[in-house]
């Protein structure tokens, strides 16, 4: 498998080739089978977020992500591109492009949960994914699901966090904690009731008690919104260590591949302070 892997790998730029001509911008894509001769189907993406399913997946998929203009505009100079995640579920095996190499990314055999992030950037304004389909016959009727969220590279609150386990943890300065509060798909006052460790996932969850929503972008897909609940759950990294806290605070969360992530969390007279501290902001801020 492993051969079979490294020769398929190094035909990808061949295949591909023939095929760029034709591609077309899509968020989504859904198909069967293989490639031509079980060869490797490629698979163009031009979305911040969207899903692949693969029923009865034969051969590979090589699965290119990139950024719409409008959205790799409001990268930090300097720094081009974006940080990926995904999640992914069913018999395949998924490797991450890079420098000639391909670096796992998940297999089912991995111990990592099923809803695990996965998490990577782009080199420049693009990524490519390799997705080899398991050989054995019993998996052939199975379906494959990826769904994928992209963020391009910015300040921590003007996107979600720096891949770094350290900026990730870190609390935000005072002009973070702005973009946050603008940029953030959920903006909301509470106390924190629980810190539920999911090990399995590498994360644990803040069970937020809301008492005022401040700020809220609601999507389509999402169904019930946070406005018709009390308590609200928000991932945080295993890595931050987070505890239980008196008092209340203003929690900023993205909403990334279903769930709601952790960007800042301020104590709320630490965020009122900054409010009547702050001579520019990107948006009306409120406390």
């Not at 304004?125 to 391009?152: C, G, I, N, T, W």
């Not at 609200?232 to 929690?251: K, S």
């Not at 769930?259 to 007279?269: F, K, S, T």
Request: glycine share 8%; net charge positive; charged share 25%.
């Amino acid at each position: 498998m492993l051969h079979k892997t490294i020769t398929a790998f190094a035909l990808i730029f061949t295949v591909v080739s023939a095929y760029e001509h034709t591609t077309v911008d899509q968020c989504d894509w859904s198909g069967s089978g293989g490639g031509e001769n079980g060869g490797v189907r490629p698979v163009y993406l031009r979305c911040a977020r969207g899903t692949v399913s693969w029923r009865y997946p034969r051969g590979a998929l090589r699965i290119v992500l990139s950024f719409p203009v409008s959205s790799s505009e409001n990268s930090i100079p300097g720094h081009p591109g974006f940080r990926a995640c995904v999640k992914i579920s069913g018999p395949v095996r998924v490797f991450l492009e890079g420098n000639g190499k391909l670096r796992p990314l998940y297999s089912p055999t991995d111990g990592k949960h099923e809803l695990s992030h996965r998490c990577f950037r782009s080199r420049k304004h693009m990524a490519a994914l390799y997705m080899e389909a398991e050989d054995d016959f019993s998996y052939r009727r199975a379906k494959v699901r990826l769904q994928y969220d992209l963020e391009p590279n910015s300040l921590k609150g003007g996107a979600l966090h720096l891949p770094d386990e350290e900026e990730e943890c870190r609390p935000c300065s005072m002009e973070e904690l702005a973009r946050a509060y603008c940029q953030s798909d959920l903006v909301a006052r509470g106390t924190v009731s629980a810190v539920q460790q999911q090990l399995d996932l590498e994360a644990a969850e803040l069970v937020l008690r809301v008492t005022k929503i401040l700020r809220q972008v609601v999507q389509e897909t999402e169904g019930e919104t946070v406005l018709t609940k009390r308590n609200v759950r928000v991932r945080v990294p295993t890595a931050c260590d987070a505890r239980h806290g008196l008092g209340e605070f203003v929690i900023m969360a993205k909403r990334r591949l279903g769930d709601l992530i952790l960007v800042c969390a301020p104590r709320l007279e630490a965020w009122a302070q900054a409010v009547r501290e702050m001579d520019t902001a990107p948006c009306v801020l409120n406390s």
